[in-house]
């Protein structure tokens, strides 16, 4: 089982929406996910239309007097699970004070063998509960938006990591992103040169992301085509074949998902091929582009009286032009004045 934490310094980074679409993402390609929701504000848990409850409270939760099997929840979608956030995990740095630094991941132990990923929802702080998550995730999905205070967060949380003694690897990501914006792009091409674990991907600004909160939904089942879906499509693959969960994806899926961020469009059918989001309307593309060989030859031999017609055109063309010139020299006149 590995657990990843999507976690920032800094609030309004799209962490939250990261988290429930990686998830997602993850569970779509088969995968076992375990969404756990450290949020007091429990955003993650009203995206997956689940009640923000936690049977004992986190307390006996911490403290391993509560069975893992009644608190987690399934949610409406194949192969995930969230165990859900309450308000009583604004006291979750108190309790975590006294414990040891994996403590968080001495709670996931009863369900190690049940999920073969658990995504951490972190809240935007520094805290007891930071450094549980520090010391128990696989890796930090770190979410960030090109400016500058935002690259100042990560650089603080590098700081912090290297002053507490953890390596546990940081992976950056952009969001948010305008690639109209020259300093986004200045900030994205920096970025490259300090941190050589950033990931490739990233997540174009787009309203369809804000919608979220309207449907209470994965991006990826209401707006599947859209660009913010095909990039998360595109960035959990990264995620998985790193964290040796998934096999390295197609390049052809690579390049629409680039396409698609890089344009910014929400709708991808001009990055990708008509059909290819299924098989069968790939099928019945690739059956329309072969012509028989009747109606081959047909056009062949069409083509070949409109070469014909167009040659006879040009002949009788010249012939009027040179006429028109003989008669323009007898009137003593010049066609080209």
Not at 102 to 111: A, C, Q, S
Request: charged share 25%.
């Amino acid at each position: 089982m590995k657990i990843a934490a999507v976690y920032s310094i800094k609030g309004g980074v799209g962490k939250t929406a990261s988290a429930i679409n990686l998830a997602h993402c993850a569970a779509n390609s088969g995968l076992r996910v375990l969404l756990w929701d450290l949020d007091p504000q429990a955003a993650a848990t009203f995206y997956v239309r689940t009640k923000p409850k936690l049977k004992g409270g986190v307390e006996k939760l911490i403290s391993g007097k509560q069975d893992m099997s009644r608190v987690i929840r399934s949610t409406d979608y194949q192969n995930l699970d969230v165990l859900p956030a309450e308000f009583s995990y604004r006291n979750l740095d108190h309790i975590l004070e006294e414990e040891k630094r994996t403590r968080l991941r001495k709670v996931l132990k009863p369900v190690r063998d049940d999920y073969d990923l658990v995504i951490l929802d972190c809240p935007p702080s520094i805290s007891s509960l930071s450094e549980q998550v520090f010391a128990s995730a696989d890796t930090l999905l770190v979410p960030i938006i090109p400016t500058v205070l935002s690259l100042r967060t990560l650089e603080q949380l590098n700081a912090y990591l290297a002053e507490i003694d953890l390596d546990v690897p940081v992976w950056p990501f952009f969001t948010l992103v305008d690639r109209r914006k020259t300093l986004h792009k200045n900030v994205m091409e920096s970025l490259k040169q300090d941190y050589p674990l950033q990931l490739s991907g990233y997540i174009p600004y787009s309203s369809v992301v804000e919608r979220m909160g309207i449907e209470r939904k994965p991006i990826g089942t209401f707006s599947r085509n859209s660009s913010p879906a095909v990039s998360y499509r595109s960035l959990w693959q990264e995620i998985g074949q790193r964290l040796s969960l998934l096999k390295e994806p197609t390049v052809a899926s690579a390049q629409v998902a680039a396409k698609a961020a890089e344009t910014g469009s929400t709708d991808i059918s001009t990055a990708a091929p008509q059909g290819a989001a299924t098989g069968k309307a790939s099928a019945k593309g690739k059956a329309a582009s072969k012509p028989s060989a009747k109606s081959a030859s047909k056009k062949a031999a069409g083509a070949d009286k409109k070469a014909a017609s167009k040659d006879s055109a040009s002949k009788n063309s010249s012939k009027d032009t040179s006429k028109s010139a003989a008669k323009g020299k007898k009137k003593g006149g010049n066609l080209g004045d």
